[in-house]
Nanobody, 123 residues
Framework: QVQLVESGGGSVEVGGSLRLACVVSGRALSRLTMGWFRQAPGKGREFVCNASYRPGNTRYADSVKGRFTIVRDDSKNTVYLQMNSLKFEDTATYYC????????????????WGQGTQVTVSS
């Protein structure tokens, strides 16, 4: 059973940065496509980015492209989400997700989910 634990959320001013971490246990990260999703109050859970188990394959939502970066550290079984130039609209609960040997980016492609970490962007 894969378990995911996110950390790193918090409050930050507009234009600031945060780095989220997702520690994976139960299966080697090298066999997992990892994704980050987010859910704002009153809205559905939306795709942010993913990084395939195949090295070098990443995908980003248009809303975060150029500002967010997903980084895998297979040696530490950890995935990071570096978030720069944060905007009000980035405020949400951020979820880490895992898909064994998959290549999808839709919510239904991912079998395992973390508990979420809150990110609040304010002035």
């Amino acid at each position: 059973q894969v378990q995911l634990v996110e950390s790193g959320g918090g409050s930050v001013e507009v234009g600031g940065s945060l780095r989220l971490a997702c520690v994976v246990s139960g299966r080697a990260l090298s066999r997992l496509t990892m994704g980050w999703f987010r859910q704002a109050p009153g809205k559905g859970r939306e795709f942010v980015c993913n990084a395939s188990y195949r090295p070098g394959n990443t995908r980003y939502a248009d809303s975060v492209k150029g500002r967010f970066t997903i980084v895998r550290d297979d040696s530490k079984n950890t995935v990071y989400l570096q978030m720069n130039s944060l905007k009000f609209e980035d405020t949400a609960t951020y979820y880490c997700a895992a898909d064994y040997l998959g290549n999808g980016y839709r919510r239904e492609n991912f079998d395992y989910w973390g508990q979420g970490t809150q990110v609040t962007v304010s002035s």
